[in-house]
Every structure is written in C-alpha cells, then in structure tokens.
C-alpha cells in the first residue's frame, strides 16, 4: 500500500505552519508502526514559486528551504529504507515554473539556444492565438510574449510552460533530472499528467465538444469541456519518451513508474504499460474515483479496468488525491467506510491519499485564506478544501505542528478536536481502526494481496461481491453501497471484517445479511 503525502499538511516539524520533510520523519512510527504502510508518494517539494502547489518548478534538483533540505531528504530515504519501506518522488515533465533559468533563458530572444526547449507559436494572421485549445484551470493555453512576438504554451496555469519534449535537449536535461534522484536512492516516480507529454506538432484545434456538462467529480474550469481535448495531449509519440524515461528506471534495478493519466477510452489506456510492459508499471485511472457509488457503477468500474489490462499487466487503485474532493466528502462516512474495504481488497496496489483513513473532509476555505492558484481565474476549481493539515491528535493545533500556535498554511477542519488520528486510534469503532482491521489482514492474506478476482453478477444480489485466490486461500468481499438491506448467499464464510464495528464477526453458514452501506470480508471455508 502506497501512502500519499501531501506533504505541506502531514506534519510540521519546524513550526511554521507548513509540512516539511522532517516532518515525514517524524511520522514514519505513524505510517509503518500503525498503519502498516509499504511506500511513501510525496508530493514536490522542489524550489518553486508555489503558485500550483509545487507543481511548478524553479529548479528540480533544489530542494524548497521551508521543506528542508537534501541532507534531510537523504536521512528520510535512509529512515525508510531502514524500515523496508519505498520512497516515490513527484515527476513533472510537462511543464516547469516561468521562473526555471530555462524558461527565462528560452523567452529572452528568439535566438536563445533555450528557445526551442518550450513550445512558442506564432500568432494567426488576426493576432489571435495560435488555436482555440483551453486550459483545465480556464482560459487560453496561450500567452503572449511583448519581448519576442510570440505566443507560449502553458496547459495549466500562464506560470507552467510546457516544455517541448520533441527537442533531443530536453529529453537529456530531464532524464538528467530523473538520474539525480534515482542516485540519491528513489525508489520510483508518479508521473505528473503523463498522457500531455506530447501534443500535435500541427498544433490543429480541438472539436468542439457535443458534450459541455462539467465533470462533477473532478476541480476543472467550466472552460475545459467545451471541446474534445485531442490535440492538445496523447499524441502517440509520447510512448517513445515513455520507453526512454521506463530504460532509464529499468537501469538502476527495482524501480517504479506510476502515471498520472486522465480517464480515456480503456483500449487508450491500456497503451500506457507499452507493447511490451515496456512503459509505466502502473497508470492509474481514476475511475473509481469518478464512479458514482452504486453496486451496478463499482461493478462496471472494476469489471472494465480488469477487461482492460494486458496480460502480465498489475492495476493501481486510488479513492482520492490532492486534486479532487475528499472522499468522505463525495460518498458519506458509511460510503468511505465501504469505499476503504474496495481499496484495499480490489485487485491492485492501493494508493492512500493521506487523511482518508480518519475520515477528513473538504474544509471550507474563505477565498482570502486559498492558496491554489487554479482558483485566480474567475470560476476556477481550488482544491485547498481536500488539501487541508492533518489532524494528529486534540492537543492546540491538533499537533500538527511543534509550535502548536503557528499559524498552519491552511486552516485546520473545524472538527479536528475530535477527528484526529490520537482519538481514533483508541476507538475500536473509528475509520482509522477500520483501515488498521483492513491493512493487517491484506498483509496476511496473499490472496488479498496478489490473488485473482473474479466478480459476481451484481443482479444477483444488489451488492458488489467478489472473491480473491491465491493457492488454497478464498476471500470474498461483499460491499452493499445502496440504501436498502441485503441477502448475499456465500456458502461457509469465516467473516474477517465489517465495516460495522458492531458486527459480529462470527461464521456464516450460508447467506450474509448487509444493512445499508455496510461491507464484509470473509474467509470462504472449504
Ligand atoms: C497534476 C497534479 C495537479 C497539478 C497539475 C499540473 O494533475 O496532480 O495538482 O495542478 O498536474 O501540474
């Protein structure tokens, strides 16, 4: 199980309000003693102007000073590594900051030798940009450079240049970038918006969509659905990048690549593992995230990606990110409950986003207190609600901090004194329990872990069933999401866990009654 840091509100060591790498370290007892946690994804933590969230980046090998510093970096991937646990860094090819000493060289003059390291248009013959591509954070991808005469390209926010991954150079100086790290001893990459690596040298426009309603599930600007987005991203050249950066981590031995890549057509997706399972181990999907929380939804959801894999291919699930409202936010406690059994019985390597596992939700942020710049733009998304510091405990400032009264970045849940990880760890009934229950029996289970799946016609029973095998061992899971009470027959179980605290868990010898919202994991006796 991967656990997602973000890492400006997990922990502040050195008090001034913000996550920090020793922060990290502090709360590795947390992550390895208590939750069982096998690898670690934190999120940039690279000089950077801040503007989104550290995903623009000033210099890739610098470490952001209120984040700490490389010898700290280096004493986090020992106390890590002392634990048998992995470390994955964030990678952000697409784009870096407007103030990266490539990007002020490249716009200095049409002549700069950086020139061609970002991707810069000329005009239509009205002045206009050169197409009607729209960003996700609203507005035209293109700015206007007064010095040079020229357009840029930014996909997300005018401070992110795209740079031009078809120019030889670039591809050196980032891999470059990736050897850096992988020397300081990473034990892989999450690949920021992976699918935009390459876009259409034509630069053609993109069709309007027939489709405008935005997506309820995801932080977009309204902008962003009015067309099909086809030519500003998965240009098919981008698998040959993908084959370069996957030698390059093949190189150094056992090495991950996981990606980030918007839903698409699955058969699209599928590309991303390479011809070969030569490109990324792991391209996420967020379907599950975008999946409304019925039984027939998760079914088709989990059904699809498993129809979609190649073969040989291994999944990667995740329930929320920093990027999309709180998962007990879109589907309720009881839903969240359910939602942690999926995660981490699904086939798959789960991936945790920080917080979930006491239940957080997205905290209403004054628009005076947002730090996302993708919410500048008028009816732009901020994705502070699901970013906001994690509560450790009912001491003054939830011990988030060592100086319990600084100021955090983003203010604290107005629930804290009660949902911290302290109160729940106490609590046999809490969410944090439940995800303890949960992790504790996919370590001793190797059919949780690895087994096949195989999925029961949901008709059947209203529910999502499952079963896992491995060898001799049978699990089987059944998730009831709905709002009515369900029979699930199951021959001889040894039921494992409930997502009720008050269940019993005893053995079933022939059917399982759900209540509303609840899920089960049983061990199937012969
Ligand atoms: C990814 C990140 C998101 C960021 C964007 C641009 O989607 O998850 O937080 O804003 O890329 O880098």
Known sequence: MIY?????????ADGDGVGDLAGVIEGLPYLHDVLGVDALWISPFFVSPWVDGGYDIADHTAIEPRFGDLATFDRLVGELHRRGMRLVIDYVPNHTSDQHPWFVESRSSRESPKRDWYIWADPRPDGGPPNN????????????????????????????????????????????????????????????????????????????SPDTTPNPYDRQHPDFTTQLHIHDRRHPDLHTVLRELRALLDSYGDRVAIGELE????????????RSLDELHLPMNFSLIETPWSAGEIATALSSLEEALPPGAWPVNNLGNHDRSRLA????????????????????????????????????????????GFARHEGGPSRDPNRTPLPW??????????????RTWLPLAPDWPSRNIERQRHDPASMLSLYRRLLSLRRASPALRAGAMRLHPVQETGCVVYERTLDDERMLVALNPGQAHRTVPVGRVELMVSTRAER???????????????????????
């Open 329 to 372: 936010t879109r589907y309720g406690e009881a839903g969240a409950r359910t939602a942690a059994m999926l995660l981490l019985s699904a086939r798959g390597t789960p991936i945790l986003y920080y917080g979930d596992e006491i239940g957080m939700t997205d905290v209403d942020v004054p628009r005076e207190l947002m730090r996302d």
């Open 393 to 406: 405990s009912p001491a003054p400032g939830a011990g988030f901090s060592s100086s319990p009264h600084a």
């Open 133 to 208: 591509w729209v960003s996700e954070a609203g507005g035209s991808v293109w700015e206007w450079d007064e010095r040079t005469g020229q357009f840029y390209l930014h996909s997300h926010l005018v401070e992110q240049p795209d740079l031009n991954w078809r120019n030889p150079a670039v591809r050196a100086a980032m891999m470059d970038v990736m050897r850096f790290w992988l020397d300081r001893g990473v034990d892989g990459f999450r690949i920021d918006v992976v699918h935009m690596l390459m876009k259409d040298p034509e630069l053609r426009d993109n069709p309007p």
């Open 504 to 526: 019993a868990l005893t053995e079933q010898a022939s059917a399982i009654e759900l209540c509303p919202g609840e899920g089960v994991i049983g061990r199937v006796l012969a």
């Open 263 to 274: 839903v698409m057509p699955w058969k699209d997706w599928a590309a991303f593992y390479g």
């Open 4 to 12: 997602h840091v973000y890492l400006p509100s997990f922990r502040d």
